[in-house]
């Protein structure tokens, strides 16, 4: 530490091969350089409060070793290189601890995919000068800030970052991408008296990750904000009962992002919940049927890539027409366990719109519940099930042709059960969302599909 | 014993500290540098395969506070040239910043060691690891406690550890009514995450090193899914597995096979130890935040200037990262460190009393806002992300009773053992906690019958926090099972997790007492 070694991947590459107990390799390195500023207001103006800048570098190797003890069987490990530290050791670190694993033995493809497709993963304004789009989007946030409004602005948070990655695999692939990140977000208050002259106030929070410039609008983001604030404090809570909800695409991006893990050849594999080509997505569904594609190839998708980290081709995937399961995603390693194709895994989950408007889906049933935010969406991908409070909502009453707004009370739903009878609007929307939770930088989540779905029979309580 | 610092890291400790003077390159910034090395290996088994995973974040992050912004300029190319050349770089962004014209300047300097001690609420765990006659140009290191060194066994031995566990649960199965078979997903899994950190400024040299071990065991049926979580800061004491844990996992998923729904309304439920530390977390934990504050965002910090009651007088919360002998156990609660990663030193912390908000918890800039003292909360995810006010140890402080005298108590009603996350509207004051199962209890005993949700998931507590505050009809002494008087100063805690502003990631402690809590909504 203190002194910088002179290793670099094609020295990893060599030595690795020298070594009689590897069998394989998957490098994996990420270069990402991120600017961060947090905005709130001091006496009516705009202050930075904190201003960042990263530089990270990660290395990282998973290994395969040979297990000659035992047949059909090798070992694997997964672990974090730097150029700072002595190569041998690190990698002499790694065989042994792949040297104690089992897992049942599989091979990278023989094949190394050629002429891949040049996909829309990053914004070239943010790669080519990070500083001029964070003075651009600081200088839209200001403008946001000062329009008026009956609102509080409380915070905002920019992010902006540039990810360079190169993997490089033992079968002689290499392959370089680079992918564009921003994150925003907005917080606005609202304060009024009650009727007794005491102050009231609450707020509302809206964040946003997107990949490349245009599908953030940041000026919509902070009138929303600022608008749902304003309606925070009109609200009363919702009367125990089942009710038809519409959710918007974040609420839809989480639901399918996650249910679809049930149809993955992993599952299977692994004796986890498994839903089977030709089985229904949902059982007995006589709603919009739904039809999902993942799509690796959709410009700036939150996941598009034209290969899989083990090397296959990717590219865009029907696995569910009209509620049946058409295939189940499988990578290189389920693929040979279980005797299958390897096939595409990643993308942006697309979902076929619906035939509705917004507003007649407000309009499907006599009392409709639009969530317009959940406190904290959880749900448990082996059962599908979800729930959580509710932020901020609105009821449409059909026949009072009235609108209110709601606050509080508990959501729980179900996906089998809800997505029975579900309606999708006409208008598809693209969301994106990326977490680094465990302090390694994921892969992103992405949905392009209905901008709203109207979900049947929802158990609330207020 | 207690964990030494990486030797490996002492040259750069000392690389480090130059650059203090070329941070401070104007009168009145304040310049500092966070390290952090946190080294963790997991291993884990289950019915197919056993892995081993290595994860190390490693970075320096270089900050400047001007009076108005807090600038850092992070990194993980640690050579010295590299360093010098950054930190020249660093200062040149920050002089390139203009400010506001009428934004407010408030200047601050590191503060002495005879400040930080005469401050007067260091426990003694982390006064002792102090050298005396102490001096700005002393290295100070805090190393936690351990009883059995955690890095003792090889993997092979782990891993071996980790399979008798596996097939202890497959063969107490029929115990518990269940066939080996019915046992579809059997995972156990062991991490050990040593983390070393260094904090600089022109006063303090100081370093930590922390174990940070638990294991988890999840078993599923299907859908059905039970798991034990053991684990704490110090060595492979604090994941000791008993026989009547994996009976218990067992019963509770057979359980969960014959559940039944749960009807959305108003209940009496306890709440164990780990529920309690999410309603005290969501509750006054994240609103007690002094960036939120700073930000507007939270009603506590009105409530705390009015001194509205927000709770009766069962709502006593605090904040600890300070606890390095939970429940009596010998060994470190999830969230407790020696100091936060701006260098302040740990102590607890009241945040709520009796239902009176008393000042929030802080990190540098927040604290500097709001014009109130710093405590230890200055935390981020790792290296590579942004400083934000963090919650350590949250939970209630403790009764009177046992947790048969609470049982009496409820009569008809519920108790709720097993955590499924929970979230904060610190404006708006609303609350919501999830539990993944209920346990009926009739009369002041257990059923045997488990509830799920409304839509056979989790259960969602929610409500008005106040009201929620007020529901509170008792509360179990520390040692729950015990009518003696506690022999331990501190909760039991979970490991647990936390997240901000919906990111932001970071360990938190997550226990406290029983609590009994009457008409509250559960759907």
């Known amino acids: 530490m203190g002194t910088r070694l002179n290793w670099n991947l094609t020295q990893l590459k060599t030595e690795l091969s020298k070594r009689k107990e590897v069998k394989g390799w998957v490098i994996s390195q990420e270069h990402i350089h991120r600017r961060e500023r947090y905005f709130m207001q001091e006496t009516r103006i705009l202050v930075t409060d904190q201003d960042r800048e990263v530089h990270a570098q990660n290395i990282d190797l998973h290994l395969f070793v040979r297990l000659p003890e035992k047949e059909g069987r090798q070992g694997e490990t997964s672990k974090k290189l730097f150029l700072s530290l002595p190569l041998a050791e690190q990698i002499d670190s790694a065989i042994q601890a792949a040297l104690q694993t089992d897992h049942q033995a599989w091979e990278l493809p023989s094949e190394v995919p050629t002429h891949l497709p040049e996909l829309r993963t990053t914004d070239p304004r943010i790669a080519e000068d990070i500083e001029k789009v964070m003075a651009e989007f600081t200088d839209r946030i200001s403008m946001a800030v000062t329009k008026p409004r009956g609102t509080t602005f409380n915070s905002a948070e920019l992010f902006i970052s540039v990810h360079n990655k190169e993997i490089h695999l033992s079968n002689g692939l290499n392959h370089r991408s680079s992918q564009s990140r921003i994150y925003n977000e907005a917080a606005y208050s609202y304060l009024k008296k009650d009727p007794y002259g005491n102050p009231r106030s609450d707020e509302y929070l809206s964040t946003r990750w997107a990949v490349n410039m245009e599908d953030l609008n940041i000026e919509k983001l902070f009138d929303e904000t600022s608008d749902r604030a304003e309606h925070s404090l009109d609200t009363i809570k919702p009367k125990a009962g089942k009710y038809a909800v519409i959710v918007d695409s974040e609420v839809l991006a989480t639901l399918f992002n996650t249910q679809i893990t049930q149809i993955s050849a992993k599952n299977s594999y692994h004796g986890l919940p498994f839903i089977q080509p030709g089985d229904e997505f949902v059982p007995n569904a006589v709603g919009d049927l739904l039809t999902i594609t993942l799509d690796p190839s959709l410009d700036h998708g939150a996941d598009t890539t034209p290969i899989s980290g083990y090397g296959i081709r990717q590219s865009p995937l029907k696995v569910i027409e009209k509620n049946r399961v058409v295939v189940s995603p499988t990578d290189q390693r389920y693929a040979q366990y279980l005797n299958l194709m390897p096939s595409t895994t990643c993308g942006t989950v697309v979902v076929e719109p619906g035939t509705l408007s917004y507003e007649e889906l407000t309009r499907e049933a006599p009392q409709v519940i639009e969530i317009l935010q959940f406190s904290g969406l959880f749900m448990e991908p082996h059962n599908g099930t979800f729930s959580s409070e509710i932020r901020l909502a609105k009821l449409y009453d059909k026949e009072k042709g009235t609108v209110t707004y709601l606050k509080g009370g508990s959501l729980s739903g179900s996906f089998k059960e809800n997505f029975q009878r579900v309606r999708f609007s006409n208008k598809k929307v693209k969301r994106a969302h990326f977490s680094t939770h465990g302090g390694s930088e994921s892969s992103g989540e992405g949905y392009y599909g209905p901008e709203y779905a109207l979900l049947a029979d929802v158990s609330i309580v207020g | 014993m207690r964990a030494t610092l990486s030797p490996d890291l002492l040259e750069l400790r000392r690389e480090l500290k130059t650059l203090i003077p070329i941070l401070e390159a104007e009168p009145g910034w304040y310049g500092s540098i966070y390290f952090e090395k946190k080294s963790s290996q997991s291993l884990s088994a289950n019915l197919k395969q056993t892995q081993v995973n290595d994860q190390v974040t490693l970075g320096a992050v270089l900050r400047i506070y001007d009076g108005y912004t807090l600038y850092e300029q992070a990194t993980d190319q640690l050579d010295h040239e590299s360093l010098k050349n950054l930190a020249r770089l660093f200062v040149q962004r920050v002089k390139n910043t203009a400010q506001p014209s009428n934004a407010v300047c408030r200047l601050y300097s590191a503060p002495t060691w005879k400040d930080r001690l005469s401050e007067g609420h260091i426990p003694e765990e982390i006064l002792s690891q102090i050298p005396a006659q102490i001096q700005s140009d002393s290295q100070v290191h805090f190393g936690i406690r351990y009883q059995i060194d955690p890095k003792k066994n090889t993997p092979t031995e782990t891993i071996a550890h980790l399979k008798e566990l596996m097939e202890q649960c497959q063969k107490t199965a029929p115990q518990a009514g269940l066939s080996e078979k019915d046992l579809t997903f059997v995972t156990a899994r062991q991490s050990l995450a040593i983390e070393d950190s ?26 059905d899914r039970t798991f034990l979580r053991l684990g704490g800061l110090g060595g492979l004491e604090t994941i000791q597995v008993k026989p009547s844990d994996i009976l218990t996992l067992l019963k509770d998923l057979r359980g969960l096979k014959q559940s039944e729904r749960l009807l959305p309304g108003k209940y009496r439920v306890i709440f164990g130890p780990v529920l ?9 934990g994240h609103a007690q935040e002094g960036d939120t504050c700073a930000r507007g965002r939270s009603k506590a910090w009105e409530l705390h200037k009015t001194g509205e009651k927000v709770g009766n007088e069962h709502a006593t919360i605090l904040n600890n990262p300070a606890i390095f002998d939970m429940g009596g156990e010998g060994y470190g609660a999830w969230g407790s ?101 209920l346990e009926e209890v009739r009369d002041g005993k257990l059923t045997g019958q488990l509830f799920k949700g409304p839509a056979g998931g989790d259960i969602q507590l929610t409500g008005y926090t106040p009201d929620v505050l007020n529901s509170i009809i008792s509360k179990s002494k520390i040692e729950a099972d015990s009518p003696a008087p506690d022999s331990a100063q501190h909760p039991w805690n979970d490991v647990g997790g936390c997240g901000k502003y919906h990111k932001e990631f970071v360990f938190a402690g997550c226990g406290g007492p029983y609590i009994l809590l009457d008409q509250v909504i559960l759907g």
């Not at chain 2, 303090?204 to 999840?218: E, G, H, K, N, P």
């Not at chain 2, 309690?276 to 006054?284: K, Q, R, S, Y």
């Open chain 2, 337 to 437: 460190y020696f100091f936060d990663e701006e260098g302040w030193l740990a102590h607890e912390q009241v945040l709520l009393d009796r239902g009176i908000l008393k000042a929030p918890m802080t990190h540098l800039v927040s604290a500097i806002r709001l014009g109130i003292p710093r405590t230890a909360n200055g935390k981020r995810e790792n290296w590579t992300n942004g400083v934000y006010t963090r919650q350590t140890n949250t939970y209630f402080s403790p009764g009177t009773k046992t947790l048969q005298e609470l049982m009496s108590e409820l009569k008809d009603g519920f108790i709720a053992l097993h955590p499924a996350g929970g979230m904060e509207d610190p404006k708006g004051m609303g609350i919501q906690v999830g539990i993944s199962y």
């Open chain 2, 198 to 223: 260094i904090f600089l400024d022109r006063e303090t040299d100081m370093s930590q090193t922390i174990y940070r071990v638990a294991l988890t065991i999840i078993l599923m049926s299907g859908a």
């Open chain 2, 276 to 284: 309690t530390g999410v309603l005290a977390h969501e509750a006054f």
